[in-house]
């Protein structure tokens, strides 16, 4: 079964009309996801908000998504070709589910079909300008795994996108470990949060923790961190720069 | 079956809601020689008889490994056989590709079932004159299904098709209800025995039979002559009472099969082709 993505005189390579269609830069975008395995499957934390450029202009737009039974897909990047990607897997779970013959998409599954449209898409220099996150239990098994737009693919029990990787994936090399419990999980993935929260410009304190395991997916209702900021420093920043303020 | 004047096309359907091209083209399926196939709830077995053209040549390969955990054994036109098989492999290692996760085999028989129905319904095509055995593993379980030319397709717990394939049925028929359950050596064990039906007394060698196995953990491949040899030396050993037994019962019940099936071959004999 081949599932075509039809872009109209989509091919930029015979035709240059097309070539203003291929995605040169993104526009409405959503920051970090950062996501751990657990005990019983795996946590996904996003915040809600969507960027405009630097204007942060959206803030109530839900960057994770079930994908059939076994999945849980988080997205950064481009908000648009989220949804495209959220079309081109309904039509994926559609197809499946119509077999309707005992066997189903595992997480594992959508994660290759996933690298492999954006490896296509990067081929092609239109890419799907997104990092996706796509987490999973099935039979048992917990999957967590990662695809960039350039198609970089790969597993591992903590991942993060954007900003998540320079600063939350340094807390999670150090704090996970296997097993945690839901609580541990949750305040571990908080604790990245927060610090995104603080350093990330386009995050915004308004986040969902999803979790998925084998009963299926829960995504939260937006709640906010609790923020400090009375360090010390912030109360007079400028105290050793002569002349700014 | 006899020849009438609705069977030139198998765009033309008979007056009785018959489409004879159609079965006929199973009657290829009968000339083959005989392939075998069962299956437990973790193990699928296929078994051929091994038919040479002449003593010079070597025997035509029926079994085909499709992939890991499925393969296919056939009867009927060969080359017919090979092309399926070839477009089952394409099927399988284009899922794993994009999916990187074997193809569950009841989808890949629906494909293959649907691909012989295009052929039953153009003007300028014609039915593929090949039974196929398929054996698989996929979440479900093992499975074993029959594709036939019509572009039907059922699951089975065993089977048996090509020539004197009734023998093999009637032996399996006896024992079908233990299979599920069935260690793998048994399995082997029943499938050889099967084959040795439809023999009809013919001393059972190993050079005279192909077996393949697959199972849970253990991916689809054949099995040696030597392993295969030993198999058979277990049973054969008891040549006097066993096979007085199961051979009087297998030649009467082949002997009333026979006609039956030679009925529609006439006064031809197998074609060069069929194997």
């Avoid at chain 1, 203003?20 to 996003?46: C, E, H, N």
């Avoid at chain 1, 599954?109 to 492999?116: A, F, G, P, Q």
């Avoid at chain 1, 995050?203 to 997916?217: C, D, P």
């Avoid at chain 2, 233990?178 to 007394?201: C, M, P, V, Y």
């Amino acid at each position: 079964m081949t599932f075509t993505i039809p872009i109209e005189n989509g091919d930029s390579v015979k035709n240059a009309e097309a070539d203003s269609q291929r995605t040169l830069y993104p526009y409405v975008t959503g920051t970090s996801i950062v996501a751990i395995k657990y005990k019983d499957g795996v946590l996904m934390a996003s915040d809600m908000g969507g960027s405009y450029g630097s204007t942060l202009r959206y803030k109530n737009i839900e960057r994770m998504k079930a994908i059939g039974k076994h999945s849980l897909l988080g997205a950064s990047g481009e908000i648009s070709d989220f949804q495209e990607i959220l079309r081109y897997l309904d039509e994926l779970v559609l197809n499946d589910s119509m077999w309707d013959d005992g066997n189903s998409l595992g997480p594992k599954e959508v994660h290759n079909y996933l690298t492999r449209v954006m490896y296509n898409r990067r081929n092609k220099f239109n890419p799907l300008w997104n990092t996706l996150v796509l987490g999973g239990v099935k039979n048992g098994e917990t999957y967590l795994g990662m695809v960039s737009m350039i198609g970089v693919s790969f597993e591992d029990n903590h991942v993060a996108t954007g900003f998540g990787n320079h600063l939350a994936r340094p807390i999670l090399r150090d704090e996970w470990h296997a097993d945690l419990s839901f609580e541990d999980g949750v305040k571990l993935l908080e604790k990245c949060m927060r610090v995104l929260l603080y350093r990330d410009r386009s995050a915004i304190n308004k986040l969902q923790i999803a979790k998925i395991t084998e009963e299926g997916v829960t995504v939260s209702q937006p709640y906010s961190l609790k923020t400090f900021w009375e360090f010390k420093a912030f109360n007079n920043p400028t105290a050793g720069a002569e002349g700014s303020w | 079956m006899f020849r009438n004047q609705y069977d030139t096309d198998v765009t033309t359907w008979s007056p009785t809601g018959r489409l004879f091209q159609v079965e006929y083209a199973m009657e290829a399926v009968k000339q083959g020689s005989a392939a075998i196939g069962l299956r437990s709830r973790s193990h699928v077995v296929l078994a051929s008889v091994n038919k040479a053209q002449s003593e010079l040549s070597s025997h035509q390969r029926k079994i085909f490994k499709v992939d890991d955990h499925i393969g296919v054994a056939i009867a009927g036109l060969t080359a017919d056989g090979r092309v399926l098989s070839r477009y089952m492999r394409s099927e399988s290692i284009n899922h794993s590709f994009t999916y990187e996760s074997p193809l569950p085999v009841g989808r890949l028989v629906v494909r293959l079932a649907d691909k012989a129905q295009v052929c039953t319904q153009r003007s300028w095509k014609r039915p593929y004159g090949v039974g196929l055995l398929v054996g698989g593993l996929d979440e479900s379980g093992a499975h074993l299904y029959y594709n036939c030319p019509s572009g039907n397709y059922f699951e089975y717990q065993a089977f048996a098709i090509g020539s004197r394939s009734q023998a093999a049925k009637t032996y399996l028929e006896r024992r079908f209800e233990s299979f599920n359950e069935s260690s793998r050596e048994d399995l082997i064990k029943d499938a050889i025995l099967a084959i040795r039906e439809t023999l009809q007394g013919e001393t059972l060698k190993s050079s005279l039979c192909t077996v393949s196995v697959l199972g849970v953990d253990e991916p689809f491949h054949f099995l040696d002559q030597e392993s295969i040899q030993k198999v058979i030396d277990t049973f054969e050993k008891v040549p006097e009472e066993e096979e007085d037994g199961g051979d009087g019962e297998a030649e009467a019940e082949a002997a009333s099969a026979a006609p039956a099936e030679q009925g529609g071959a006439g006064d031809q004999d197998v074609a060069p082709m069929e194997m």
